[in-house]
């Protein structure tokens, strides 16, 4: 493989030494920039947009373009798998994914069709490969994907939910259906991120967006302990270097101690949990990724480039912080605010990384 020109990102999750905080953005492929929309029109849709690895790789590539970022995200979705297990994906205009099926009994369960990540999305892993290549050691290639309770949620609910009334009740009515379900799908996941090391993926994300709606005692059993088993399933080298793993529970900041247990080398960390008393809670256990309100880059350059400048003070000195947004970037930003908002993190990041 090409030796990595840039390997700040992942210097910084393992807390080893770097010149300057890095900085990505989730969701940093996407609606905000007119030429994903162009490149989207182009492909038809969204999912044939994901299907088609040629324009998965331009999409992913677009804000490289514009950006000096120290990180590639793969561009896909959480929910290829539950797609792959005959679930049916669609989206609809305006309301987010939907399946024509949904999983809430045993049959359900039991109805699901067999995985294999690379036989059955075989398109993901074309992807990584074709995005790796088109890299050419640039920046490191990140792979991801849902949480076992996240997808778990779309699966149950059929689509987005705001009370998670359906697949509460299977957790906590039916525990077993729940638990074998969560099961199925963290064996799909650690197949799935583990494929994509294999493709060329260079560190890896779990997205759990959705284990924020969970008590505490609900969270540790249907989501974390399932992360834990994915991650202790996934290879930790290739081509001769680790490959980091990143975990982010949106409203999880109040589990972040035992969240820094999981096995992951990056704790993800939302816009609501300051990323100081993040670091004060987890020490030198993890490194932390995050964590700008979104909705800041709707703001003026300058109220950006003082919002930036205070959570780089609040995390202080030292390695282990890779800044980013607290969730996905907004589609309706102006890109020259994200402009303004990557460089005052390479101006203003070098100072909390010199010697003292």
């Known amino acids: 493989m090409t030796e990595l020109k840039n390997d700040r990102f992942l210097r910084a999750m393992l807390r080893q030494p770097v010149d300057r905080t890095p900085v990505w953005m989730m969701r940093q492929a996407g609606r905000y920039l007119p030429e994903y929309r162009a490149t989207r029109a182009q492909a038809g849709s969204f999912l044939d947009l994901c299907k088609n690895a040629e324009l998965a790789c331009e999409v992913t590539m677009q804000p490289l373009r514009r950006y000096p970022m120290d990180a590639a995200i793969l561009f896909s979705d959480i929910l290829t798998i539950p797609d792959a297990l005959g679930l049916g994906l669609y989206f609809e ?53 849902g949480s076992p309770w996240t997808l778990a949620t779309y699966m149950v609910e059929g689509g987005s939910s705001k009370d998670f009334a359906n697949i509460k009740t299977m957790a906590y009515d039916k525990p077993e259906l729940m638990h074998a379900l969560l099961g199925l799908l963290a064996d799909a996941v650690a197949d799935y991120l583990s494929a994509q090391v294999r493709a060329g993926a260079q560190a890896l994300q779990i997205f759990d967006t959705w284990g924020g709606a969970l008590s505490a005692a ?21 081509d001769g270097r680790r490959i980091p793993v990143i975990v982010f529970t949106k409203n999880g900041g109040q589990w972040l101690p035992v969240i820094a247990d999981c096995g992951a080398q990056v704790v993800g960390v939302d816009w609501t949990t300051d990323i100081g008393a993040a670091r004060s809670l987890v020490g030198d256990r993890v490194a932390l990724q995050g964590n700008m309100d979104p909705s800041m880059l709707f703001a003026s350059p300058t109220r950006i ?14 390695s282990g912080h890779v800044f980013n947004l607290g969730h996905g970037i907004t589609p309706g930003v102006n890109p020259d605010n994200v402009t303004a908002f990557v460089d005052a993190v390479i101006e203003l990041s070098p100072r909390y990384h010199q010697a003292d």
């Not at 074309?126 to 991801?144: D, M, Q, Y």
Request: charged share 30%.
């Open 93 to 145: 205009e305006g309301e987010g994914p939907k399946f024509r099926k949904t999983v809430r009994s045993e049959a359900d369960l039991a109805g699901l069709a067999s995985f294999t990540a690379e036989d059955d999305l075989g398109y993901v892993m074309n992807a990584v490969s074709t995005i790796r290549k088109e890299l050419n050691g640039e920046v490191p290639l990140i792979g991801f994907s």
């Open 218 to 238: 609900g969270y540790k059993e249907f989501s974390l302990k399932y992360m834990q088993r994915i991650i202790s399933r996934l290879p930790t080298e290739a």
């Open 305 to 318: 480039r003082e919002e930036v400048a205070t959570i780089l003070e609040s995390y202080g000195h030292g």
